[in-house]
């Protein structure tokens, strides 16, 4: 299958990055207020995308969009925010090694909002792997 339309490569970027985030955030909070941190990491993505979505012909008129995009778009920017800033506080305070575990809870938390909202029904194999991945967050997170 081609890396374009491989979801599982994608997401394994996706966690490869993700990982590089809290490290490389985690070493740039020394000093710095985590709010103020936020900030600049989001002028910088706004940036990196903004030219991406240039560079790659992908620019179109975001106000011919429908209402229900936005509206959930900004939602989405809404709560990317917030755990934007939660997550830098608690690396602010927190081992990476802690801190992230605790924030792929959000594997269990997206499997029970899409059964809930987006009527998504995981198999007996999928939610045992997803109570899998949540119980070994709280065995890396608390540890003694």
Same mark, same amino acid.
């Given at each position: 299958?081609?890396?374009?339309?491989?979801?599982?490569? /994608? =997401?394994?970027? %996706?966690?490869?990055?993700?990982?590089?985030?809290?490290?490389?955030?985690?070493?740039?909070?020394?000093?710095?207020?985590?709010?103020?941190?936020?900030?600049?990491?989001?002028?910088?993505?706004?940036?990196? +995308?903004?030219?991406?979505?240039?560079?790659?012909?992908?620019?179109?008129?975001?106000?011919?969009?429908?209402?229900?995009? /936005?509206?959930? +778009?900004?939602? %989405?920017?809404? =709560?990317?925010?917030?755990?934007?800033?939660?997550?830098?506080?608690? +690396? &602010?305070?927190?081992? *990476?090694? &802690?801190?992230?575990?605790?924030?792929?809870?959000?594997?269990?938390?997206?499997?029970?909002? *899409?059964?809930?909202?987006?009527?998504?029904?995981? %198999?007996?194999?999928? /939610?045992?792997?997803?109570?899998?991945?949540?119980?070994?967050?709280?065995?890396? =997170?608390? &540890?003694?």
């Amino acid at each position: 299958m081609a890396i374009a339309s491989n979801w599982f490569t /994608w =997401a394994l970027f %996706s966690a490869v990055f993700a990982a590089l985030t809290a490290i490389f955030a985690k070493i740039g909070l020394a000093g710095v207020d985590s709010d103020l941190a936020t900030l600049v990491r989001t002028v910088v993505i706004f940036g990196v +995308l903004s030219a991406f979505v240039y560079a790659t012909g992908k620019w179109s008129n975001p106000f011919e969009l429908s209402g229900k995009t /936005w509206l959930f +778009l900004v939602l %989405s920017g809404l =709560a990317t925010g917030a755990s934007w800033v939660c997550y830098f506080r608690a +690396l &602010k305070i927190g081992d *990476a090694s &802690k801190v992230a575990p605790v924030d792929k809870l959000s594997v269990l938390l997206v499997t029970l909002f *899409a059964v809930a909202l987006l009527g998504e029904r995981p %198999s007996m194999r999928e /939610w045992i792997g997803i109570l899998m991945v949540s119980a070994g967050v709280f065995v890396l =997170a608390f &540890k003694r």
